[in-house]
C-alpha cells in the first residue's frame, strides 16, 4: 500500500507518519537554486547588471569627465571617475531607484507564479512538499539572487572602474576623501541599505506572486507599485507623511559617503522597509495556506 500524501488542500491526508518522510528534507535549497539559476531571466538579468558599469565607462569615454563645478556645486556622478571606488559607488547610485528594483521583483514576483502557470505547482505539493516548506525554500532562494544582484553591480563597477581609472581612495562629493580601507567598509554598508531597503518591493512581489497565476501581473504589480510609492515621495504636500514611504529613504545611504558617517537615516529607513516587508511575507504565507491550489 502506498503511503498517504499532501495534495495542498484543507483535507488531505498528513504525512508525517509515513517511514522515512522528513518535511525539512523536500525542496532542497540547492535544487530550488539551481532550478532558478538555469531560467534565462536569471542569465539575462545578470548580463544586463554586468554590462551597465560598462556602458557607464563608454559614456564618460565619449561624453567627457563630468563636472558640478559647471552647476556649482558637486554631486556624486560628478566624482565618478576620481577613483574605482568612486565608479561602484556612482553604479549604485543610478541604479538604485529603479534598475536593482527590476530583479528583485523579477526573482520573488515570478517563484510561486510560474509554477502555478506552468501547472506544475500542484505536483510540488503532492510529492510531497508542505505549503510553508515550498514559500520558505523559494522566499529562501529568491532572497539569494537578489543580494547577488546587490553585489554583482557593485562588484563589476569597482573592478572596471579601478582598470579604467585606477585604485585611489573614495573621493566624497562634500570634500575630502576616505581611505582605502574605510572605502570598501563603506560601500558594503551601501549595498547592505540597498538590499534591506528592496525588501518591500520582494515582499510585495512575492505576495502578489501568491495571489495570481500571472508572472507578468506579480513582477509587473511590484515594479508599478514601488513607482507609484516614488512618485508620492515627490508630493511635498504630505509633508511628514512622506516618511511612512519606503521610497523617502532609498537614497539614505549617502550619509554612509559623508566624513562622519550618520546612521540615523539610514536605520530609519531600514526600520521601515523591514516593517512593511514583514507584514507582506506574512500575508505571502498566509494567503498560500488557505490558497485552493488547481494549477
Not at 186 to 208: E, P
Request: glycine share 10%; net charge positive; hydrophobic share 55%.
Amino acid at each position: 500500500m502506498s503511503a498517504p500524501v499532501e495534495t495542498g488542500t484543507p483535507s488531505a491526508v498528513l504525512v508525517e507518519s509515513a517511514p522515512g518522510y522528513r518535511a525539512r528534507h523536500t525542496l532542497p535549497l540547492r535544487v530550488e537554486a539551481v532550478r532558478q539559476l538555469k531560467r534565462r531571466r536569471t542569465l539575462v538579468m545578470a548580463a544586463v547588471l554586468g554590462a551597465l558599469p560598462l556602458v557607464l565607462i563608454a559614456a564618460f569615454a565619449i561624453g567627457g569627465t563630468p563636472d558640478g563645478r559647471e552647476r556649482g556645486r558637486i554631486t556624486l556622478m560628478d566624482t565618478a571617475t576620481a577613483s574605482g571606488a568612486n565608479f561602484a559607488a556612482t553604479c549604485l547610485f543610478v541604479s538604485a531607484g529603479f534598475l536593482l528594483v527590476v530583479p528583485v521583483a523579477l526573482f520573488h514576483g515570478d517563484t510561486v507564479a510560474s509554477e502555478a502557470n506552468w501547472s506544475s505547482l500542484r505536483y510540488l505539493l503532492a510529492a510531497p512538499v508542505p505549503r510553508t516548506r515550498l514559500l520558505w525554500s523559494k522566499l529562501a532562494v529568491a532572497l539569494g539572487f537578489s543580494a547577488a544582484a546587490m553585489l554583482l553591480l557593485p562588484l563589476v563597477g569597482l573592478i572596471s572602474g579601478t582598470i579604467a581609472y585606477g585604485w585611489g581612495p573614495l573621493k566624497l562629493p562634500t570634500g575630502g576623501s576616505l581611505a582605502a580601507g574605510d572605502t570598501l567598509a563603506r560601500i558594503g554598508l551601501v549595498v547592505a541599505f540597498v538590499f534591506v531597503s528592496q525588501l518591500v518591493t520582494a515582499a510585495l512581489a512575492f505576495w502578489l506572486s501568491t495571489k495570481t497565476d500571472a508572472p507578468l501581473g506579480a513582477v509587473g504589480g511590484a515594479v508599478g507599485l514601488t513607482i507609484i510609492g516614488n512618485v508620492l515621495d515627490a508630493v511635498t504636500a504630505l509633508g511628514g507623511w512622506r516618511e511612512a514611504l519606503p521610497a523617502h529613504w532609498q537614497f539614505a545611504w549617502i550619509d554612509a559617503l559623508q566624513p562622519q558617517l550618520e546612521w540615523s537615516g539610514m536605520l530609519k529607513g531600514a526600520s521601515v522597509s523591514v516593517t512593511y516587508a514583514l507584514v507582506l511575507f506574512a500575508l505571502a504565507f498566509r494567503n498560500f495556506a488557505r490558497k485552493d491550489i488547481v494549477s
